[in-house]
Every structure is written in structure tokens, then in C-alpha cells.
């Protein structure tokens, strides 16, 4: 199991890299995250029942790493945020319910049973199973009930290695300190550290991992550089839209505005086109304006539509959303963005919040009703002129009006989305949109630009490799199987 001296340390990236790795070498690999709180979710299925369910993106990303398709045991317990205190509880795939921070820190203990079946069940096709975190072991006022952490890892009897992150400063101190805090029983649990993300001569730090070592007594399992190729993986959450402005934005020839909404949902929609080395997509925090230089704005997907229609107008986006389009400019919807692009939004039975009902942008004729029945599954889509499209649904309600005359996309056989008359503003409930290579290649057209050779899905995949290669360089893989003993 790897853990982290804190979030965003870099445990999803090398957990998906060790199972490349690791898969490389013959050896049956799977990923495994007890608990995890994020709005990117993916469609995984529910094993034998036929039916999918929801995971977390990362946990989706390292399956593609193991060369399996995922399931929901890899993820039995994910929170996806509704409001500041409050969070959806989605257990074995399905939503199990909501309930406020306090209130989950009572519940958790009651998903522990849930977390160590999934675990079995996943371990018992496996030959290997890594193991990832959520947050810190050293937030020792969460321990009572733990899941996440070493909860799990002492019940499951797992052994951990602490991950510590160099690049943000005083990973000595967060090492040690970890080793400080935890009791001695949960301090057993850990049979070594790695260093992630340095830059530089490693050989610099030789003094600083010795100090580790005499204050831990924990070995070194290896320095990890930073890893340039991860930023062409999918992020995992919205860590990393505190770096929002592209850094192609002043040569690329197509400029895309994405607002970072309250409950911002898998916005890795974006990433086919940030690979794209003549497109720069900007995340446009809240406070500041939406660019007026953008041909393209992008609305993303929400966990609260009604909500996040609420911060788009705080926050004066309306107005630049329709200013945009009022200067010629293209507005795409996505899942909740969609939702937002119409009329009205209504929630009679205040299933994403407490507001019942809102205007929407008024920029496409349809308006959107949620119901209970939740739409969680894998689509298989072309667009009305017949280019292929793969994807995945995740979404509450129903739309419909005059504009879904024009849909974006065939879904299992089924229109789906909608395009104004001049043909400036579409929506569609696909997630993967722009994941499809000839789609991409052709709405790119419109704007001048000739996308790449190389597909994205294979740019991933290539990604992976690449990570683990160095990981194959830089980790004392032999002592991480060595730690990795059979229960």
C-alpha cells in the first residue's frame, strides 16, 4: 500500500506506474483505493450482475495501467462532493446516499466489512495488489474509523510505504514527523519511504535520505525524478486546476476557456484537447473573467447543476458566456454543463441539492428535469454522420426540447445532446467526447487546426510505458516484492 505524508503527493501516478510496470513482468495486477473523494468518476462494472457502477478516474487509469477492464471492487467506497460540508456516499458503484462530514465520520466505520470484500474478491485473481491511500496517515484525529489509511492496511494486514513529495518543500520534516505521530502499531505497518518529484542531482539528497533513515529507522526504497511524462495522463482531481493557465495559450491557434465551477466533474474531458500542441485550454478560476480572445468556451460536467448555475452567475460568467456568443464565438456543454446550456433545470425532489429549480443560459431550447434513476454506464456513440465515438454516461435527468432535434451524438442507437439552430452551441451527456480521435481531428478543422498523428488513447498508453520505465530505474523494485508478501 502506498501512503502519502499529505494529498497530491503523487500516489495515484505511481501506483498507476508500478502497475505498468509490474504487468510488464507477467504478474496479474490490481489497483485498489479503499475510499476516495473526487467528482471524476468512470464507469466501471459491478461483477456479476451485468450492471455498472461508478470509481474513481484514477482508479479507472490504473487498470488501463494493469491491462484490465476495471470494476467496482477497485474503488468500493467514493464520496463525490455535493456542496462545502456535504458529500454523495457511492458504495460498491451504486449511490448509497449523502451525509456531511460528521455525519460520514460516524457512517465509515459501517463500510469497513464492504472495503475488505471488495479487497478479497480483487485479490483473489491477482498475483499483486497495489494498494492506494487517500490523504495522510498523520491526520491522526481521523483515525478512529479510518478506511482510507491505516485502518485498512492494519486490518487487511498490509504493509505500507510512506510516499513523500520533495517538490513542495520539507519532505523531511513530513517523513518524520509521520513516524512521530502514528502509534507504534500503525508505525509497524510501514516498511519504507520514497522521495517523488525531485529535479535535479539526486546524489544532493544522499545526506538528506540518511537522516530519514537514522530518525525512522525506515530504508529507502529509490527517488523518483518528476515524471514529464504524467502530463499526458489524465489528472485525478482538482489539485491540479490550481495551475489552470495553459502554457501555449500565446502561439496556439484555437484558445479554450474552461470556468472552474463549484462541483466541477470530470474535467479530464478537456485532456484530448491540452495534448493538442496547437490548442491551449485555460481553467478560468472563480474572480476572474472569462477571456474574451477564447473562440472556444467549454462548459464542464457538475455534480450540482442547479448549484454550479448559481456560481457561474456570482461570478458574472453569464454575462461573458453570452457576450461570447454574441461575438460569434462556440459554446460546448458537457453532462451538467449541457444541462446549464437551456432554459431551465428542475429538481422536484432536491436529488443534487436544496434549490429546486433554476433558469438556465437560455443557449439552447431544451430544459432538463432530474429524476432518481441515475444513467452510469459505458456508450457506444457515433455522431449523426456516422464518425465513431467511445464513451461513458454518468448523469441524473432527462433532456429535451426543440433543439435535440439536432443531436450531437447516436448513444447505443438513441439521439443524445442537442445544437442550436446556427449551429454555435451543442451539449451532449457523452463523457470521452474528444478522446475520439476522428472527432477531434474534425471539429479541430473548423478552426484551422490539423490535429496529430498520434491518437490519444495511444499517447496514454505511451505515457504509462514511459513512467514505468523510469520507475524501473530509479525504485528497488526487488524490495517493494519483497514487501509485498502473500497474506
Same mark, same amino acid.
Given at each position: 500500500?502506498?501512503?502519502?505524508?499529505?494529498?497530491?503527493?503523487?500516489?495515484?501516478?505511481?501506483?498507476?506506474?508500478?502497475?505498468?510496470?509490474?504487468?510488464?513482468?507477467?504478474?496479474?495486477?490490481?489497483?485498489?483505493?479503499?475510499?476516495?473523494?473526487?467528482?471524476?468518476?468512470?464507469?466501471?462494472?459491478?461483477?456479476?450482475?451485468?450492471?455498472?457502477?461508478?470509481?474513481?478516474?484514477?482508479?479507472?487509469?490504473?487498470?488501463?495501467?494493469?491491462?484490465?477492464?476495471?470494476?467496482?471492487?477497485?474503488?468500493?467506497?467514493?464520496?463525490?462532493?455535493?456542496?462545502?460540508?456535504?458529500?454523495?456516499?457511492?458504495?460498491?458503484?451504486?449511490?448509497?446516499?449523502?451525509?456531511?462530514?460528521?455525519?460520514?465520520?460516524?457512517?465509515?466505520?459501517?463500510?469497513?466489512?464492504?472495503?475488505?470484500?471488495?479487497?478479497?474478491?480483487?485479490?483473489?485473481?491477482?498475483?499483486?495488489?497495489?494498494?492506494?491511500?487517500?490523504?495522510?496517515?498523520?491526520?491522526?484525529?481521523?483515525?478512529?474509523?479510518?478506511?482510507?489509511?491505516?485502518?485498512?492496511?492494519?486490518?487487511?494486514?498490509?504493509?505500507?510505504?510512506?510516499?513523500?513529495?520533495?517538490?513542495?518543500?520539507?519532505?523531511?520534516?513530513?517523513?518524520?514527523?509521520?513516524?512521530?505521530?502514528?502509534?507504534?502499531?500503525?508505525?509497524?505497518?510501514?516498511?519504507?519511504?520514497?522521495?517523488?518529484?525531485?529535479?535535479?542531482?539526486?546524489?544532493?539528497?544522499?545526506?538528506?535520505?540518511?537522516?530519514?533513515?537514522?530518525?525512522?529507522?525506515?530504508?529507502?526504497?529509490?527517488?523518483?525524478?518528476?515524471?514529464?511524462?504524467?502530463?499526458?495522463?489524465?489528472?485525478?482531481?482538482?489539485?491540479?486546476?490550481?495551475?489552470?493557465?495553459?502554457?501555449?495559450?500565446?502561439?496556439?491557434?484555437?484558445?479554450?476557456?474552461?470556468?472552474?465551477?463549484?462541483?466541477?466533474?470530470?474535467?479530464?474531458?478537456?485532456?484530448?484537447l491540452k495534448a493538442e500542441p496547437d490548442v491551449a485550454v485555460s481553467f478560468i478560476r472563480p474572480g476572474e473573467r472569462l477571456p474574451q480572445d477564447a473562440e472556444?468556451?467549454?462548459?464542464?460536467?457538475?455534480?450540482?447543476?442547479?448549484?454550479?448555475?448559481?456560481?457561474?452567475?456570482?461570478?458574472?460568467?453569464?454575462?461573458?458566456?453570452?457576450?461570447?456568443?454574441?461575438?460569434?464565438?462556440?459554446?460546448?456543454?458537457?453532462?451538467?454543463?449541457?444541462?446549464?446550456?437551456?432554459?431551465?433545470?428542475?429538481?422536484?425532489?432536491?436529488?443534487?441539492?436544496?434549490?429546486?429549480?433554476?433558469?438556465?443560459?437560455?443557449?439552447?431550447?431544451?430544459?432538463?428535469?432530474?429524476?432518481?434513476?441515475?444513467?452510469?454506464? +459505458?456508450?457506444? /456513440?457515433?455522431? !449523426? &454522420? *456516422?464518425?465513431?465515438?467511445?464513451? %461513458?454516461?454518468?448523469? @441524473?435527468?432527462?433532456?429535451? #426540447?426543440?433543439?435535440?432535434?439536432?443531436?450531437?451524438?447516436?448513444?447505443?442507437?438513441? +439521439?443524445?445532446? /442537442?445544437?442550436? !439552430? &446556427? *449551429?454555435?452551441?451543442?451539449?451532449? %451527456?457523452?463523457?470521452? @467526447?474528444?478522446?475520439?480521435? #476522428?472527432?477531434?481531428?474534425?471539429?479541430?478543422?473548423?478552426?484551422?487546426?490539423?490535429?496529430?498523428?498520434?491518437?490519444?488513447?495511444?499517447?496514454?498508453?505511451?505515457?504509462?510505458?514511459?513512467?514505468?520505465?523510469?520507475?524501473?530505474?530509479?525504485?528497488?523494485?526487488?524490495?517493494?516484492?519483497?514487501?509485498?508478501?502473500?497474506?
Amino acid at each position: 500500500m502506498l501512503q502519502g505524508t499529505g494529498s497530491d503527493v503523487g500516489k495515484s501516478l505511481l501506483v498507476a506506474g508500478l502497475c505498468r510496470l509490474f504487468a510488464d513482468r507477467g504478474l496479474r495486477v490490481r489497483p485498489f483505493k479503499p475510499q476516495n473523494m473526487s467528482n471524476n468518476a468512470a464507469v466501471a462494472s459491478i461483477p456479476g450482475t451485468g450492471l455498472f457502477g461508478e470509481i474513481g478516474r484514477a482508479q479507472w487509469l490504473q487498470a488501463l495501467a494493469c491491462r484490465v477492464a476495471p470494476t467496482v471492487d477497485m474503488n468500493p467506497v467514493l464520496l463525490k462532493p455535493q456542496s462545502e460540508t456535504g458529500s454523495q456516499i457511492v458504495l460498491s458503484g451504486k449511490v448509497a446516499g449523502a451525509a456531511k462530514g460528521r455525519e460520514y465520520q460516524a457512517l465509515k466505520a459501517r463500510f469497513l466489512d464492504t472495503v475488505l470484500q471488495s479487497f478479497e474478491r480483487l485479490s483473489a485473481g491477482a498475483d499483486l495488489v497495489i494498494v492506494e491511500g487517500a490523504g495522510s496517515p498523520a491526520e491522526i484525529n481521523l483515525r478512529r474509523n479510518d478506511i482510507a489509511n491505516m485502518g485498512f492496511a492494519t486490518a487487511a494486514s498490509v504493509p505500507v510505504v510512506l510516499v513523500g513529495d520533495i517538490d513542495r518543500g520539507g519532505v523531511i520534516a513530513s517523513l518524520v514527523g509521520t513516524h512521530a505521530i502514528l502509534d507504534a502499531p500503525d508505525r509497524a505497518m510501514i516498511k519504507g519511504f520514497l522521495i517523488n518529484r525531485f529535479r535535479g542531482d539526486v546524489s544532493l539528497f544522499d545526506d538528506g535520505i540518511e537522516a530519514i533513515r537514522h530518525h525512522t529507522g525506515w530504508p529507502s526504497l529509490g527517488v523518483v525524478p518528476y515524471l514529464a511524462a504524467a502530463s499526458r495522463l489524465p489528472a485525478e482531481d482538482s489539485v491540479a486546476l490550481e495551475r489552470p493557465f495553459a502554457a501555449n495559450a500565446t502561439a496556439a491557434k484555437l484558445k479554450v476557456a474552461v470556468p472552474v465551477i463549484g462541483r466541477i466533474a470530470n474535467f479530464d474531458d478537456l485532456d484530448p484537447l491540452k495534448a493538442e500542441p496547437d490548442v491551449a485550454v485555460s481553467f478560468i478560476r472563480p474572480g476572474e473573467r472569462l477571456p474574451q480572445d477564447a473562440e472556444l468556451l467549454v462548459l464542464p460536467g457538475s455534480k450540482s447543476t442547479i448549484g454550479d448555475l448559481a456560481v457561474l452567475r456570482a461570478n458574472g460568467w453569464d454575462h461573458d458566456i453570452s457576450a461570447h456568443v454574441a461575438r460569434g464565438g462556440h459554446v460546448v456543454g458537457l453532462c451538467g454543463g449541457y444541462q446549464m446550456l437551456g432554459r431551465v433545470v428542475r429538481d422536484p425532489e432536491g436529488l443534487e441539492g436544496e434549490e429546486r429549480e433554476a433558469q438556465g443560459l437560455c443557449l439552447l431550447d431544451v430544459e432538463t428535469v432530474m429524476r432518481p434513476e441515475k444513467t452510469v454506464r +459505458p456508450s457506444s /456513440a457515433r455522431t !449523426p &454522420d *456516422g464518425l465513431p465515438l467511445e464513451g %461513458y454516461e454518468i448523469h @441524473l435527468g432527462k433532456t429535451v #426540447g426543440p433543439d435535440c432535434a439536432r443531436p450531437v451524438a447516436i448513444l447505443d442507437g438513441e +439521439p443524445d445532446g /442537442a445544437t442550436s !439552430p &446556427d *449551429g454555435r452551441v451543442c451539449g451532449t %451527456y457523452l463523457h470521452g @467526447l474528444f478522446g475520439a480521435d #476522428g472527432f477531434r481531428r474534425k471539429f479541430l478543422e473548423r478552426y484551422g487546426i490539423t490535429s496529430g498523428e498520434t491518437g490519444y488513447g495511444q499517447s496514454v498508453e505511451e505515457a504509462l510505458d514511459a513512467i514505468a520505465a523510469q520507475l524501473e530505474e530509479v525504485v528497488d523494485v526487488e524490495m517493494l516484492l519483497k514487501i509485498a508478501r502473500r497474506r
